[in-house]
């Protein structure tokens, strides 16, 4: 079976602060997807980024950057400079791909709180 | 290019009654998956359909049940409701089958069981 832990409930930042929200997962697969969503309290979830097992190249958008070490089984998301409309809930999510398809297993997600 | 629509955003039901809950794809995309939000379970996978035909079901009782449309479109049914039903539903979209994830979610029906 598949897991994903966010230990991390709830963090609070003042804008322009840097913040990293971690991600650890579990599973027997070798090959599988690592995800992190966005939802903002509209409700709906918005796709951030796609990694597969077999690329362990980090990655960065714009202030956004992704870490990811299979060694460890994390997959750590970190925003630079903050900003207010960074808050939401963030969700890290894994899918392997042996039937998987469109199946998640999401962590229990981070509220991230940027302030003024 | 319209997003994912969910039907109804909001409603209210009571112990023992059905409810269907309506999606509609963005145009194009021919896989759909739905998932149920709560504060104590997060986000747990219900089943997801691809032309018409249900490709995954996740770990839900017989009470819940999903169907797809020649137009892709879908619509999940939870009979006899109980008190725990009470959730965000969430109903994701994607072009291909087993997209593995690039889903695009709509706002979801947030559903009430009193």
């Known amino acids: 079976a598949q897991k994903v832990t966010q230990a991390q409930t709830e963090i609070s930042v003042v804008e322009k602060e840097d913040v990293t929200l971690d991600c650890v997962y579990e599973?027997?697969?070798?090959?599988?997807?690592l995800f992190w969503y966005k939802q903002p309290p509209s409700g709906e979830l918005v796709f951030l980024i796609r990694?597969?097992?077999?690329?362990?190249q980090n990655e960065i958008s714009g202030r956004y950057s992704w870490n990811f070490q299979k060694s460890t089984s994390s997959f750590n998301f970190t925003i630079t400079a903050s900003q207010v409309v960074d808050s939401a809930v963030y969700f890290c999510?894994?899918?392997?791909?042996?039937?998987?398809?469109?199946?998640?297993?999401f962590g229990t997600g981070t509220q991230l709180k940027v302030e003024l | 290019k319209a997003g994912v629509t969910q039907t109804p955003r909001y409603l209210i039901k009571t112990r023992g009654q059905q409810v269907t809950l309506s999606c509609s794809p963005i145009s194009g995309h021919r896989s759909v998956s739905w998932y149920q939000q709560t504060p104590g379970q997060g986000l747990q996978f219900l089943f997801e359909y691809f032309s018409e035909t249900q490709r995954n079901k996740g770990n839900f009782p017989g009470r819940f049940s999903g169907r797809q449309f020649s137009n892709s479109r879908s619509e999940m049914n939870v009979s006899t409701l109980e008190l725990g039903d009470s959730a965000l539903y969430l109903c994701?979209?994607?072009?291909?089958?087993?997209?593995?994830?690039?889903?695009?979610f709509g706002e979801g029906s947030r559903l009430t069981v009193l």
């Open positions: 599973t027997r697969d070798t090959t599988y997807y």
């Open positions: 994701a979209s994607s072009f291909r089958d087993r997209d593995t994830g690039e889903l695009f």
């Open positions: 990694r597969n097992s077999f690329d362990e």
């Open positions: 999510a894994l899918a392997i791909l042996t039937g998987g398809g469109n199946k998640l297993t």
